[in-house]
């Protein structure tokens, strides 16, 4: 079953310094039939104006994940952390028990485009956490790159949720194969480019019946993907994309 979410079908949310799309329901936009994706509960991609940003708020009990596509976010939290996250960095927050922070486009002359992802934790209550690394273009360059896992495996930031999240960079012709373990689904977003998308099944049946035709998605579009064997990627362009391998 591949289930395509195409980029102009997404929420908006539109301010003078904010331009957000939002895969999942989130804040002002409600949409019953997206309202998360097992555990995986917002995708946004948020593009924020040089120098503007979100104030200071609050979360809790969620695992917070931002990947930083273009520019520099600078982010400050009650946990006494205060970094900045380029583009090829990713941070991940444990909000636990309560945590708030900031988060602004540390330029005054560039934009900034972010994905911020939030998964729900397998267990609530949890001491606040952060944690933040590079994952070089060279580490994700043609191949599926592990950026966050349950247990911090292959230098991953850990999150507390039974969730792969994997980053690849491709270019034109590249091709990519992912293997789902029986009873687990996966979500892929791409961040930019274009690819064909394809899947075989348990019975060894490619998706659409024919040999890596493929679905085509391109930049913003998202992806539910279940009840299939091994996931294929060919990108028609460069592309940046980031897979979600659930529970």
Same mark, same amino acid.
Request: net charge negative.
């Given at each position: 079953?591949?289930?395509? /979410?195409?980029?102009?079908? /997404?929420?908006?949310?539109?301010? @003078?310094w *904010?331009?957000?799309r939002?895969?999942?329901s989130?804040?002002?936009?409600?949409?019953?039939?997206? =309202?998360g994706?097992g555990?995986l509960?917002v995708? &946004?991609?948020?593009?924020? @104006?040089p120098?503007a940003?979100?104030?200071?708020?609050?979360?809790?009990?969620?695992?917070?994940?931002?990947?930083?596509?273009? !520019?520099? *976010?600078?982010?400050?939290?009650?946990?006494?952390?205060?970094?900045v996250?380029?583009?090829g960095e990713?941070?991940? =927050?444990?909000?636990?028990? $309560?945590i708030r922070h900031s988060?602004? &486009?540390?330029s005054?002359?560039?934009?900034?485009?972010?994905?911020?992802?939030? *998964?729900?934790?397998?267990?609530?209550?949890?001491?606040?956490?952060?944690? +933040?690394?590079?994952?070089?273009a060279e580490e994700m360059?043609?191949r599926l790159r592990?950026?966050?896992?349950?247990? $911090? /495996?292959?230098?991953?930031? #850990?999150?507390?949720?039974?969730a792969?999240?994997?980053?690849? #960079?491709?270019?034109?012709?590249?091709?990519?194969?992912h293997?789902?373990?029986?009873? #687990?689904r996966?979500?892929? +977003?791409?961040a930019? !480019?274009r690819?064909?998308?394809?899947?075989?099944?348990f019975?060894?049946?490619d998706?659409?019946g024919?040999d890596?035709? !493929?679905i085509?998605?391109?930049?913003g579009?998202?992806?539910?993907?279940?009840?299939?064997?091994r996931?294929?990627?060919?990108? &028609?362009?460069?592309?940046?994309?980031l897979?979600?391998?659930?529970?």
């Amino acid at each position: 079953m591949i289930s395509v /979410r195409r980029a102009e079908e /997404r929420g908006r949310t539109k301010l @003078a310094w *904010l331009d957000s799309r939002h895969s999942f329901s989130f804040a002002g936009y409600h949409d019953p039939a997206h =309202m998360g994706f097992g555990a995986l509960r917002v995708i &946004n991609d948020d593009r924020v @104006a040089p120098g503007a940003g979100f104030e200071t708020h609050g979360h809790r009990d969620m695992e917070i994940v931002t990947y930083v596509l273009d !520019g520099a *976010l600078a982010h400050e939290d009650t946990t006494g952390v205060r970094s900045v996250i380029r583009a090829g960095e990713v941070q991940c =927050m444990s909000a636990g028990t $309560g945590i708030r922070h900031s988060e602004f &486009n540390a330029s005054e002359e560039e934009p900034l485009r972010f994905l911020q992802i939030w *998964l729900e934790p397998e267990e609530l209550g949890l001491e606040p956490g952060y944690e +933040q690394r590079p994952f070089g273009a060279e580490e994700m360059r043609a191949r599926l790159r592990l950026i966050a896992s349950s247990d $911090g /495996r292959e230098g991953s930031l #850990r999150l507390h949720q039974d969730a792969a999240i994997h980053a690849a #960079r491709l270019e034109p012709g590249d091709h990519l194969s992912h293997t789902l373990a029986p009873g #687990r689904r996966a979500w892929l +977003q791409l961040a930019r !480019g274009r690819i064909l998308l394809d899947g075989v099944d348990f019975d060894g049946v490619d998706f659409d019946g024919v040999d890596f035709g !493929g679905i085509e998605l391109g930049e913003g579009d998202g992806a539910a993907l279940g009840a299939l064997d091994r996931i294929e990627l060919e990108a &028609n362009e460069g592309s940046e994309l980031l897979l979600f391998d659930l529970a």
